[in-house]
């Protein structure tokens, strides 16, 4: 009996052992392909191009114009450790791998904000693990060159707010009819929802599922420590 079980715990560590070089080796291949879906991106567009035909857009919000509840609101519900991170959060990226591993589906990315840019900017919305690798590099590019302000800039100016609405400044005037730094507490917040599902969630389409989505991003915002579960019950309250 002691030799068949330590014979089954040598199949089993060999087994693990194996799988893990395997994952390894898998890895590795799809780092290289990424790597050099990066280069051919940067080699045709650098990034300092990308980034100065984005900040030269008309009408670029700049960071100290944006309200404090909206940045609060997109990093609560987009990537909660970005003044931390150099450009990719592991927790995160954890976290969704196992949730991908669980539902045996690529549901999640862990993406941050910085590799959102990247993505939108240079690669297509196909998920595909050499991708991820290629915006991981451009993120890390992005982040060694440029603010955290500035790359906050960067991604509110360019996402889709819905309603062919592209870019915060956009979105403000096309739904509220202001300026970015103009907008109430309640619009703020919902701006910074919409982009997570935007053809969903736009205001001229569906105002009740755009509300719905509100209200998850206060409820994200209040397990962030943004705000107080008061403050989130009263600002859902108060109406456009």
């Known amino acids: 009996m002691k030799r068949l079980l330590k014979g089954m715990l040598r199949l089993i560590t060999g087994l693990a052992a194996l799988a ?44 100290d114009e944006l309200p ?13 450790r970005f003044f931390s991170h ?24 862990g993406s941050t904000i910085t590799q959102q840019i990247a993505k939108n900017e240079y690669f297509t919305q196909e998920k595909k693990m050499e991708r991820k690798f290629a915006e991981v590099f451009v993120a890390f590019d992005l982040e060694a060159a ?17 309603s062919g609405y592209y ?10 009819g202001c300026e970015p730094s103009e907008l109430t507490d309640y619009q703020a917040v ?30 994200r915002m209040v397990e962030c420590d943004r705000i107080t579960r008061e403050e989130a019950d009263a600002l859902l309250d108060e109406g456009p």
């Open 68 to 80: 404090d509840i909206y940045i609060e609101a997109v990093i609560s519900v987009e990537d909660k």
């Open 20 to 63: 893990i070089v395997a994952g390894v080796a898998t890895a590795g291949v799809f780092a290289w392909k990424g790597y050099n879906m990066y280069c051919d991106a940067v080699e045709q567009t650098p990034i300092s191009e990308k980034v100065a035909s984005i900040q030269s857009m008309d009408g670029y919000v700049h960071f």
């Open 167 to 176: 870019g915060i400044r956009a979105a403000a005037e096309g739904y509220y």
């Open 146 to 162: 440029y603010t955290k302000e500035e790359i906050f800039e960067m991604y509110v100016n360019t996402i889709y707010f819905g």
């Open 190 to 219: 919902m701006l910074a929802g919409l982009p997570n599902a935007p053809s969903s969630y736009s205001l001229d389409v569906n105002p009740e599922l755009a509300s719905q989505r509100m209200g998850q991003v206060l409820d």
């Open 86 to 109: 150099g450009g990719i959060d592991p927790i995160a990226i954890m976290r969704a791998a196992w949730n991908d591993i669980r539902t045996m589906s690529f549901v999640e990315g």
